[in-house]
């Protein structure tokens, strides 16, 4: 089993035997028979051969999902959490310590930059945001405090991409370690551990679930770190993930490859018909021609995923409320990689002064990739024509 479409459905199940279920074995226990004496009751005791007790240290359910992303990420191990943040907070907690120092990409996920800039530095870890597109401004950045650079690409929600090589190199050759949010990606679009990041992470709420019933998120990596990463963030912190929501995360995960294909073609026709409508200004999708990062995207993604970033000449505000009022296949509603299309305005000057904190250039750059705001469009499963139709209708 070697390519990424079998191991969706195949990587981690166990049994074949007479009489076995074809199906991801749900296992809601919260505690498990095992022998008495086969385990200590401390989560510094805990082995891996330790027989399944309590599901806060593991689960038959979290334990499929978790070695199935680690097979489709190319990694030896996985943990899930209860959340996409409870995995970035997990893993900011876990490699980083007082008196350190963050690197972080300066457009990410809102809520892993106000974690970033209002938390860790309460913890004494300091924090740099930069822009991880600019190579030299990464290497100007590295203090001897770093410990890690976290990289987000395609950033949300702007869908700027960041050569996760190059900076894999440059933290390399600094003895730092890398982590990479390809949330928008997913494990079918790009491998950030073949192309040299240590640690990847995805919110499971996106494209691996799908269908927007189930909050998760993993983190895949080397087994040592993991193994803190558990015993801290999962046993004492207690940020596991709910088995139920980790048996529909595996459900979704059976169709992600078939899904994201159906994305990504979708996106091709809604990007187009984007680029040629009056009254848009820009439109972001790394398969187009005209993403300013296009060669990158070639040579780095392996799908060009269903996310689409795009502006409006006019007052984005009213446009996003008409869009708002009138769409009728589109939902106007936050979040994305679900099979539904989802469409959400995301004024510039909000996000810069609420989440990211950015001055001078960096806010310069931000503000000529978006203008005013960006309407962040995750294209659904429906025909691409009645996606084309409702918007083009809705636009006036
Ligand atoms: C949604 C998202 C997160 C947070 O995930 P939750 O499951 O909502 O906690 C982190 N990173 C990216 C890129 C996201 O899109």
Redesign the pocket.
């Known amino acids: 089993m070697t390519e990424p479409a079998t191991k969706a459905l195949h990587a981690g199940s166990a049994d074949r035997g007479v009489g076995a279920p074809v199906l991801n074995v749900l296992s809601p226990a919260a505690s498990f028979f095992s022998h008495p004496d086969a385990v200590g009751f401390s989560a510094n005791e805990m082995t891996d051969k330790a027989p399944y007790f309590y599901s806060r240290w593991s689960n038959p359910t979290t334990d499929l999902l978790a070695e199935r992303l680690a097979s489709l990420d190319g990694g030896e191990a996985g943990l899930v959490f209860a ?6 907070t997990a893993l900011f907690l876990g490699r980083l310590k007082a008196g350190d120092h963050l690197v972080l990409s300066n457009v ?2 809102a ?2 930059a106000e974690l970033a800039h209002d938390l860790l530095p309460g913890r004494g870890i300091a924090v740099t945001a930069v822009d991880t597109t600019d190579l030299a401004a990464v290497a100007a950045a590295i203090t001897p405090r770093t410990r890690l650079i976290h990289v ?1 690409s395609p950033a ?1 929600p702007i869908l700027r991409l960041t050569d996760i090589a190059a900076v894999a190199e440059i933290a390399r050759a600094a003895k730092v370690e890398m982590s990479v ?1 390809s ?2 990606a997913t494990p079918l679009g790009i491998r950030p551990l073949a192309l040299g990041a240590d640690f990847v ?1 995805h ?4 494209y691996i679930g799908g269908h927007g019933d189930a ?3 993993s983190i895949v990596g080397a087994r040592e770190p993991l193994a803190e990463i558990q015993r801290d963030a999962l046993i004492h912190y207690g940020a596991a993930l709910n088995p139920f929501a980790a048996w529909l995360i595996l459900r979704g995960l059976e169709t992600l490859s078939a899904r994201m294909a159906v994305h990504q073609a979708n996106a091709e026709k809604v990007a187009a018909f984007l680029s040629s409508r009056p009254g848009i200004a820009k439109v972001y999708w790394p398969g187009l021609a005209s993403h300013p990062q296009h060669d990158l995207a070639r040579r780095q993604l392996t799908n060009f995923s269903g996310m689409i970033a795009f502006t409006t000449e006019g007052n984005g505000t009213a446009i996003a409320r008409r869009l708002a009022e009138k769409l009728e296949v589109v939902a106007y509603a936050v ?3 679900k099979t539904r299309s989802l469409l959400c305005y995301i004024p510039s000057e909000d996000i810069i002064r609420s989440s990211f904190r950015l001055e001078g250039r960096d806010r310069q750059r931000y503000l000529d990739w978006t203008g005013e705001g960006t309407f962040r469009l995750s294209v659904g499963l429906e025909d691409a024509a009645d996606i084309i139709a409702d918007l083009d209708r809705a636009l006036g």
Do not use: F, R
């Open positions: 959340s996409g943040m409870a995995a970035v990410c996920y809520g892993v987000e949300n949010d949330t928008m992470i919110s499971l709420t996106k909050l998760g998120g979040s994305l990689g």
